[in-house]
């Protein structure tokens, strides 16, 4: 079954999100660094709501706020203006400025303008580093935002120099449990490594008494440049373009580029973890082995509940990807796989992960909005939808659960601490849709019944 033609021209509900978001927050992974929109103050107003309501943390985000005046003129002055207030104010190690559609659009010369910047201050004290990304929303998701913001840094920080052994990690956008995770399991491996970005602490930080304007954590900005002198690289994503982070360190320095999946699910988390093995000459830690021979376990206990359930999975394409891995080995069916994304790669991707473990593969589109994925819903009888909240109305409606995962989750706490990845945070994943098919079954049942 093929993709509708839509009766409209326009997006009515986009299952993505805007270019900038995902810059800002990369901006965020790296230590001391305030992202700076270069656009109009509303788009860095909604940003912030959008960003906070997810992880219920304090988020800055500068803006030049242009006005109908600049959009005439160029907003050259506003920029250099917001860039030393920003300096002024905040004192950050770094500032990411990525332009808004505004801008973009308008044409403005943002390169040059740093350029005038740099030497109009030069000699100043305590200016602090500055890295320019392009992010038009017109031109691809938040996603897109987000690797850019990584390239953007990679381009022009990083330097080469003498191997130190070091190795990089590209996680991409996962949740911040997830990049403390990723920590924990390079730890066990004895692998020095830089991961870029961090949001493991600037957005879940601790309760502080006193207000910091910029949080402590994300990537030291000195070990981002030393990522050219690292012996290997590691980077999550089967849907990404050529041109990746891992890419750029791989032509400039010539470090091996290891592509991986999300490690989501057994098949995708065993490859990550035994090409750790290979890295660092160890084998897997003792803990590790015991949390895949846990989730094996649950599987087969789970089995019965989750077998021939048809599931409906949205959102970013990496991560639907990785999902489809994972349900596809426990006896979900995925039915339907869609994304905001269009990258060309979603159904390949997919099929090269679940293609021995499916009877036929599910429908895959891209470029979907909500709209779309709801009137396909209706004729696909799915048991189950896997996305963030914006896919709670068409939950509600079919009356089967959501299961929230991956950015963004603004009807429940705990978004930011959702474990996707590794053998353990498939084992939540798993129990997490285990039991929301049970509870429904038992909510169902004209008796109820408490004992399985």
Request: aromatic share 8%; with cysteine.
């Amino acid at each position: 079954m093929g993709k509708k033609k839509p009766d409209f021209i326009s997006t009515t509900n986009a299952c993505k999100l805007c270019r900038p978001l995902g810059a800002c927050l990369a901006f965020k992974g790296m230590e001391g660094t305030v992202p700076y929109l270069h656009g109009s103050q509303g788009c860095a107003t909604y940003m912030r709501r959008y960003i906070i309501s997810h992880y219920n943390e304090p988020i800055d985000i500068a803006s030049s706020s242009l006005s109908e005046k600049h959009a005439v003129y160029g907003g050259g002055p506003n920029l250099k203006l917001g860039l030393t207030n920003v300096a002024e104010k905040y004192r950050p190690q770094m500032i990411g400025i990525a332009t808004t559609c505004l801008t973009e659009t308008i044409g403005d010369d943002v390169a040059m303008y740093l350029q005038e910047y740099r030497r109009d201050t030069e000699g100043s004290v305590g200016l602090p580093d500055l890295v320019h990304v392009a992010t038009p929303s017109y031109a691809g998701s938040h996603m897109e935002g987000f690797h850019g913001a990584v390239c953007a840094v990679i381009r022009q920080r990083t330097e080469g120099g003498p191997c130190t052994g070091t190795v990089n990690l590209l996680p991409g956008f996962v949740s911040s449990a997830d990049y403390r995770h990723l920590q924990e399991i390079m730890d066990g491996f004895a692998l020095d490594r830089i991961m870029l970005p961090d949001l493991s602490e600037t957005m879940d930080g601790p309760a502080l008494r006193e207000y910091r304007k910029i949080p402590a954590g994300g990537t030291p900005l000195a070990r981002i440049r030393a990522m050219g002198r690292s012996r290997a690289t590691i980077e999550f994503g089967r849907t990404m373009a050529d041109g990746s982070g891992g890419a750029i360190l791989a032509e400039k320095f010539g470090i091996d580029n290891h592509r991986l999946g999300l490690p989501m699910g057994i098949r995708e988390s065993d490859r990550f973890f035994h090409l750790l093995a290979e890295l660092s000459g160890r084998p897997v830690p003792a803990v590790f082995r015991g949390e895949r021979g846990r989730l094996v376990d649950a599987y087969v206990d789970g089995h019965k509940y989750l077998f021939g359930k048809r599931a409906i999975i949205y959102g970013e394409e990496d991560l639907v990807v990785g999902l489809c891995a994972f349900l596809a080995e426990t006896g979900v069916r995925p039915v339907l796989c869609a994304s905001g994304g269009t990258s060309g790669r979603l159904a390949a991707s997919i099929a090269a992960v679940t293609g021995d473990l499916l009877p036929e593969q599910p429908q895959v589109h891209e470029g979907m909005d909500f709209f779309e994925i709801s009137e396909l819903a209706q004729e696909l009888a799915p048991d189950l939808i896997v996305g963030h909240s914006k896919g709670y109305p068409l939950a509600r409606k079919l009356g089967i659960p959501l299961i929230r995962v991956g950015f963004p989750i603004h009807d429940r706490v705990g978004g930011q601490r959702i474990l996707h990845l590794g053998y353990r945070g498939t084992q939540q994943l798993f129990d997490t849709i285990a039991n929301a098919l049970i509870a429904k079954k038992q909510a169902d049942s004209p008796v109820g019944y408490a004992y399985m």
